[in-house]
């Protein structure tokens, strides 16, 4: 893959994480909110929602470099009714809308909490449509390695595990760096993340699996197959790119459970969750790269079939 198609998976990736950091830290904020306040969930989401939206412009910005044409790609709306490629477009330009109104309604608007509350889960509403979309896309006949429905489940999967680390991490940088805060406001921040880590990584661990079990799930749906254009992409996977399998595997894998080793002592040591930003941060950099690899290894594993 050269730097021109390493574009269409920074894309994907990081959508996939906003969208699940975001469907993260709303349900957060809505099971939160009657215990602690409307006004201090508000403060408590403003910065990981501006964040994820900045996430999003560094997304939509890095899709345009796969394009022979970037400033024509308004164009690609026209076949709504038709393509799934032009509904991913659409339904990508109403999340980034929906997200900016959000962070615009937290940062400037006081009270409106309802209007708030509706307004993020439309836009997390609107984030699935684009995955479902972005995932389409590659059911195609002439892509065997492709065309499954395992393609979709992956998709959400990938989009709840790095949805889920990404927010952790982002939740304990935003306490780290909050700066003159009150004894209570922190207080109140530590006992949402504590309990937030815990289920965010539980989340992630069954992400992972089941992101994994799909993975060898399709090099037996391939095994089975006696298409050339299968058994060519098996001969990929498990010949010229078996290392980077294997590699995917074990950063997935290792972080993964590296997460849940830290969280589990500090929870029990009852240490400070001041200091749990650097072991989280490795945990999420192994899944990244794991699945930066996967991303590749879907990409450079199929083999057309047909015209």
Same mark, same amino acid.
């Given at each position: 893959? +050269?730097?021109?198609?390493?574009? !269409?998976?920074?894309? &994907? ?10 469907? %993260? ?9 009657? /215990? ?5 969930? *508000? ?19 890095? =899709? ?8 024509? %790609?308004?164009?690609?709306?026209? +076949? ?5 490629l ?26 409106? @909490?309802?209007? /708030? ?15 479902? %979309?972005?995932? =389409? ?7 065997? %390695?492709? +065309? =499954?429905?395992? #393609?979709?489940?992956?998709?959400y999967?990938?989009m ?5 680390? =990404? ?17 209570? *406001? ?7 993340? /504590? $309990? ?6 539980? &989340? #992630?661990?069954?992400? #992972? ?6 993975? !060898? ?9 006696? !298409? ?12 010229? @790119? /078996? ?8 950063? &997935? ?11 589990? @002592?500090?929870?029990? &040591?009852?240490?400070s969750?001041m $200091? ?6 490795? #945990? ?8 930066i690899?996967?991303?590749f ?11």
């Amino acid at each position: 893959m +050269n730097l021109r198609e390493w574009a !269409l998976p920074l894309y &994907t990736i990081l959508t996939q994480l906003a969208i699940g950091a975001l469907f %993260s830290l709303w349900i957060i904020r809505s099971v939160s909110s009657s /215990k602690y306040g409307n006004e201090k969930m *508000d403060q408590f989401t403003f910065v990981p929602v501006l964040i994820i939206f900045f996430t999003m412009i560094l997304a939509i910005i890095g =899709s345009h470099f796969h394009l022979s044409k970037p400033f024509l %790609s308004f164009l690609a709306i026209r +076949n709504f009714r038709y393509s799934w490629l032009s509904r991913e477009v659409v339904f990508t330009g109403i999340l980034f809308f929906l997200t900016g109104v959000l962070v615009v309604m937290l940062k400037f608007k006081k009270g409106y @909490y309802h209007l /708030k509350l509706g307004v993020g889960w439309g836009a997390i509403l609107v984030g699935f449509a684009v995955i479902y %979309s972005m995932a =389409s896309i590659y059911l195609l006949p002439t892509q065997i %390695s492709w +065309n =499954s429905h395992i #393609a979709i489940i992956s998709y959400y999967a990938v989009m709840l595990l790095l949805g889920t680390t =990404s927010l952790i991490v982002i939740l304990l940088m935003d306490l780290g760096f909050s700066g003159r805060i009150s004894p209570q *406001d922190l207080d109140f921040r530590i006992q949402i993340i /504590k $309990k937030a880590v815990i289920w965010l990584t539980f &989340t #992630a661990t069954v992400a #992972a699996f089941i992101g994994i079990a799909l993975s !060898l799930y399709q090099i037996e749906l391939l095994r089975v197959l006696e !298409l050339p254009s299968a058994q060519a992409s098996l001969k990929l996977i498990l010949g010229l @790119y /078996k290392p980077l399998l294997v590699m995917r595997m074990g950063f &997935t894998g290792f972080g993964v459970i590296w997460l849940i080793g830290v969280v589990i @002592y500090f929870t029990r &040591t009852q240490r400070s969750f001041m $200091k749990l930003l650097g072991p989280i941060y490795i #945990a999420c950099t192994l899944i990244l790269i794991g699945e930066i690899l996967q991303r590749f290894l879907f990409y450079a594993t199929h083999v057309r079939t047909g015209l």
